[in-house]
């Protein structure tokens, strides 16, 4: 998935920037959040909330998303609230294709290594909110499509990715239904890719040290104003 920062106003997107490719999501970040700024004359201290997307996703775009949204919420002093990017996605879905109101939705994205992260939704709330049935996880799709068959023999499946104007205007719902999210940590779901390497044969391992956990992130930031 791609980098994306999005401004709401009242409600309305107004200005939003996003970079399609999945790679450079820390150089490309910084830019970002200036030209959506930029595009929207507002300055940082103008806005209230920010909404990052907690995947489930890939270590990578998640660390450095939300890094992002936790300085630069703290540096313009406006809340933080975290949304499950699936979430986001299936709000885009439903907005956009009523017709999938009628079967259950199963929303699924590439987790590579043969697998997808998916979720299972029931359509909306009355706030317009996903209504969540199975999920978030991780799994083979053969896996997924024999688990779900038995309980849900006929749904609808669709693939996509969140971006930050989808995940701003399901976080502005939360947030009027009084469901503000605060929860920013990711949704890795499974171990990072890459793997730890083994001791020199010719040294003794070091010893392990404890350290803070690192801030996870994802790949969408939404920032709204008044």
């Known amino acids: 998935s791609g980098t994306s920062v999005a401004i709401h106003i009242d409600g309305?997107?107004?200005?939003?920037?996003?970079?399609e490719s999945g790679m450079k999501h820390a150089e490309l970040i910084g830019n970002a959040l200036v030209e959506v700024l930029e595009k929207s004359n507002l300055k940082?201290?103008?806005?209230?909330?920010?909404?990052?997307?907690?995947g489930p996703g890939l270590f990578t775009g998640l660390r450095v998303g939300i890094a992002a949204g936790i300085m630069f919420s703290e540096a313009c002093s406006s809340?933080?609230?975290?949304?499950?990017?699936?979430?986001?996605?299936?709000?885009?879905?439903?907005?956009?294709?009523?017709?999938?109101?009628?079967?259950?939705?199963?929303?699924?994205?590439?987790a590579r290594r043969g697998e997808v992260y998916w979720c299972l939704y029931g359509g909306l709330d009355s706030a317009g909110v996903p209504i969540v049935l199975r999920g978030p996880s991780v799994e083979k799709h053969a896996h997924i499509v024999e688990l779900l068959t038995d309980s849900y023999p006929d749904f609808n499946e669709r693939t996509g990715g969140a971006s930050a104007a989808w995940v701003g205007r399901l976080a502005q719902r939360e947030i009027l239904e009084g469901k503000r999210n605060t929860d920013v940590?990711?949704?890795?779901?499974?171990?990072?890719?890459?793997?730890?390497?083994?001791?020199?044969q010719f040294f003794a391992a070091a010893p392990e040290i404890s350290a803070a956990p690192d801030t996870a992130a994802s790949h969408a930031i939404s920032g709204s104003a008044k």
Do not use: C, F, W
Not at 12 to 19: D, P
Not at 44 to 53: D, F, K, Q, R, Y
Not at 92 to 108: A, D, F, G, M
Not at 185 to 190: C, E, G, K, P, T
């Open 12 to 19: 309305e997107l107004v200005a939003q920037v996003h970079h």
């Open 44 to 54: 940082p201290l103008e806005l209230t909330a920010l909404a990052v997307g907690r």
């Open 185 to 200: 940590s990711a949704m890795y779901l499974r171990a990072p890719d890459a793997a730890e390497p083994k001791p020199n």
């Open 79 to 110: 809340g933080l609230v975290g949304v499950v990017s699936h979430h986001a996605i299936a709000v885009q879905l439903y907005t956009e294709n009523p017709e999938l109101l009628q079967k259950p939705l199963l929303v699924s994205t590439d």
